[in-house]
């Protein structure tokens, strides 16, 4: 009987918190299907070989992660960009502000290590990406998704479809709640409640982990299929009509709150917030 | 003059060992931290109230660990306390991170070593009895999962959670769930045992065959947990002797007067020393630190360790074994606490932001974890970490020239130096991306 070699992969980990990776040996059902040949937080290899599958984490922050990423893509039939910070640079995105920057760059100089790039940036800047996996981290069932690619996979459209929490009509807040602050009823939106969630605007896939036991989505998982290929501006005025069919909050003090720091992770994956004058990722490309 | 590198695997982070040789003697041994990101920098002007959520992404292995100290700096600057059962959920979190962690490093990080393979994953039919090496792999990983899977019981999503929040947690842990959960613990405690057995056995071979235990000099230890029945969720930092007396104690925000925190001009990572003497931080910082684990299956890995090491013990590699009854323990401890009501009373005070300092302090799996933030209009003007990893750099490049000088001689390097190298710094189970953030 001739033995079926299991198709070989790699996880090329650039800068990031290693929460992918880590979330990806919970997807523990690869062990038997799959040859894992590259993974340096688990695997003594010091070079990517050739591969069916190449998992790219973390972003372009230094000059080593760029050259580690282009030599790896080379011998790789299909390459995926696994979450947040690969597809959007995620937090990162926080220190390319300049005012950041003149101060981080500054203070990095040191010899014989990494160079640091002037911007973090994501991976496609650099490489072509056949698949993005986005979420912070993407789940373990997200994971195996993207490695075994069946065919009648769905994810959710929305966080909102997996939230299950009730929307009210006659619950309106006048002002936000602030962002974590005070009691959560449960089973009743999250926007009825005053908290800036923006799961109706996110990428479902997640089994809505934050949202059911009371903390609003932050977008982790980026903008669903409806909004992917347009830009932050129409995801600004179509969130906002959620808020104003479920609050009566000034619309001022939404939109301010909808562009503050904690929702880093979502507005970047739209390409024109990131600037860098690149298009919008393909929906059929996003997992 | 040679410079020898060794590049780093199986470690959280992007890290090299540099050992400079001269004539076959050792002139320095470095550890690199080779990433950077610059959280400290990139929090600025940050919203105060919105770091919970941002300072997890410092780290995926370590995340709930900033989640809470992030949380309690917040508390602090704001002069408000949690109430009683926020605070145990909250120390459900810490154990679900140190299952996940010690778990991690003693099966996929550092077991392989022991067994003179390349990854758990890459247990082969040549290495003795496959199938049980395979079933090896297959219930160290259910392990591990038990631990993000109380990370997400506990605190929503299970890399980066989010329930901990101002004044207490964003809810508590539905009855039924709890019970399943500590069901599950009961279950799979038998088999963690086993694979620390198992992982306490292969240590003691191993030690046959290299003929050290990775033996160094005596240092100073510091942890955050206390005396008897170590609490994660900690609140004072204690120091110990390298002959085994306490000798300070202190608040988080009395860390610059006690400890020398310094940068290098060859790593993104500081370092720290107390007392112009090498520290350890880490699971054998805890053992020698602590009388009494309190959970009886626990307290016998306890005295097994003293009666083969003493007390306190120095060589390194007992770092990995004290790993093993942290992973006990914690599983146990869990499993306890899951037995009490954890939706009976309120979970979150109110609370009214204001400007000011604030300082959280948690147990880190590696050890004590400081997040202290200057809060100005709301936003954060100063944020400052103080990681774990950072109180065992000295440390480890001293064992890393315990090793090289073992090693190295005038007319040879042995080869087993490669090996050491990675042995000595996964003992230590550094975590880059905390350590340079």
Redesign the interface.
């Given at each position: 009987m001739q033995k079926i070699t299991p198709p070989r992969f790699a996880v090329l980990?650039l800068?990031?918190?290693?929460?992918?990776?880590?979330?990806l040996?919970?997807a523990?059902e690869w062990?038997e299907q799959f040859d894992?040949v590259y993974m340096?937080?688990?695997?003594?290899?010091?070079d990517v070989p050739p591969v069916d599958v190449l998992l790219i984490s973390g972003g372009v922050?230094?000059d080593?992660d760029l050259y580690h990423l282009r030599r790896a893509v080379k011998h790789a039939k299909r390459v995926v960009a696994v979450g947040t910070c690969a597809i959007s640079g995620?937090?990162?995105n926080?220190?390319n502000?300049d005012?950041?920057r003149e101060?981080?760059l500054s203070?990095?100089e040191?010899?014989?290590?990494?160079r640091?790039l002037p911007k973090?940036q994501p991976v496609d800047a650099f490489v072509d990406i056949d698949l993005y996996l986005p979420g912070?981290?993407p789940?373990p069932e997200l994971f195996m998704a993207a490695l075994l690619q069946p065919p009648d996979f769905r994810a959710s459209l929305t966080v909102c479809q997996e939230c299950g929490r009730k929307k009210l009509k006659d619950m309106k807040p006048k002002h936000l709640t602030?962002?974590?602050?005070?009691?959560?009823l449960?089973d009743i939106c999250l926007i009825n409640q005053g908290y800036l969630c923006v799961g109706s605007s996110t990428r479902g896939g997640c089994r809505a982990?934050?949202t059911?036991?009371?903390?609003p989505c932050?977008g982790c998982r980026g903008p669903s299929d409806t909004l992917i290929e347009k830009d932050s501006h129409a995801w600004l005025e179509s969130i906002q009509r959620v808020f104003a069919a479920l609050t009566e909050i000034p619309l001022e003090e939404v939109r301010e709150a909808l562009l503050?720091?904690?929702l880093?992770l979502f507005l970047f994956q739209f390409s024109d917030y990131a600037g860098g004058g690149r298009p919008p990722r393909p929906k059929e490309k996003v997992l | 003059m040679a410079t020898l590198t060794f590049?780093l695997?199986?470690?959280?982070?992007?890290a090299r060992v540099?050992i400079e040789v001269q004539n076959g003697k050792v002139i320095s041994t470095r550890f690199?931290a080779?990433?950077?990101?610059?959280?400290s920098?990139?929090?600025?002007?940050?919203?105060a109230?919105?770091m919970?959520?941002?300072v997890p992404?410092?780290?995926?292995?370590c995340?709930t660990a900033h989640h809470v100290a992030s949380v309690k700096a917040l508390e602090d600057a704001y002069g408000v306390q949690p109430p009683a059962q926020a605070e145990q959920i909250r120390e459900l979190l810490l154990l679900g991170q140190i299952i996940?962690n010690q778990a991690?490093s003693l099966f996929?990080?550092t077991m392989?070593d022991r067994l003179g393979v390349?990854?758990?994953?890459?247990l082969s039919e040549e290495e003795a009895d496959g199938k049980t090496q395979f079933d090896i792999?297959?219930r160290a990983?259910?392990v591990?999962?038990l631990g993000?899977d109380l990370i997400?019981l506990a605190g929503?999503?299970?890399?980066?959670p989010?329930?901990a929040?101002?004044?207490g947690v964003?809810?508590g842990v539905d009855g039924v769930q709890a019970e399943a959960f500590h069901q599950r613990l009961q279950t799979a405690l038998p088999t963690a045992c086993q694979l620390v057995d198992f992982y306490w056995d292969i240590s003691l071979r191993m030690k046959e065959r290299i003929g050290t235990w990775g033996d160094d000099q005596p240092a100073y230890y510091i942890t955050s947990t206390e005396r008897d029945q170590p609490r994660f969720n900690s609140s004072i930092i204690r120091v110990m002797t390298p002959a085994g007396e306490c000798c300070r104690e202190f608040t988080a925000s009395a860390f610059r007067q006690e400890l020398v925190f310094e940068e290098t001009?060859?790593?993104?990572a500081g370092r720290t020393s107390f007392e112009g003497g090498v520290m350890r931080a880490n699971s054998l910082a805890r053992a020698n630190m602590t009388r009494r684990l309190g959970i009886r299956l626990a307290d016998a890995y306890l005295r097994r360790l003293r009666s083969e090491f003493g007390h306190p013990a120095h060589p390194i590699l007992l770092f990995d074994l004290c790993r093993g009854i942290e992973l006990v323990y914690a599983m146990a401890s869990a499993s306890q606490i899951l037995e009490q009501d954890l939706q009976h009373e309120?979970t979150?005070l109110?609370?009214q932001?204001r400007d000011g300092e604030g300082w959280g302090l948690v147990e880190a799996p590696r050890g004590p974890l400081i997040h202290h933030y200057l809060i100005e209009r709301g936003k954060i003007a100063r944020g400052e970490f103080i990681i774990p990893t950072v109180h065992n750099m000295l440390a480890i490049e001293r064992a890393l020239r315990v090793a090289a000088e073992r090693y190295i001689s005038a007319d040879s390097v042995n080869l087993e130096l490669e090996r050491a190298v990675?042995r000595v710094v996964r003992a230590f189970d550094p975590c880059i991306?905390c350590a340079t953030h």
């Open positions: 980990q800068s990031g918190c290693a929460g992918c990776e880590v979330s040996l919970n523990s062990v894992l340096p937080l688990v695997v003594s290899a010091y922050r230094s080593e995620g937090v990162a926080l220190g502000r005012e950041v101060l981080f203070q990095s040191r010899r014989d290590l990494p640091l973090s912070c981290p789940t602030g962002f974590q602050k005070g009691e959560v449960p982990l934050c059911r036991p009371g903390h932050v503050s720091p904690q880093a | 590049p695997s199986r470690i959280e982070g992007h540099e690199q080779m990433e950077k990101r610059g959280f920098l990139m929090v600025q002007g940050v919203p109230e919105q919970p959520v941002i992404r410092i780290c995926g292995v995340s996940q991690t996929v990080f392989p390349e990854s758990l994953f890459h792999a297959r990983l259910m591990r999962q993000t997400s929503g999503q299970f890399i980066h989010v329930k929040v101002v004044g964003s809810s001009d060859y790593s993104y309120d979150q109110p609370y932001p990675g991306a």
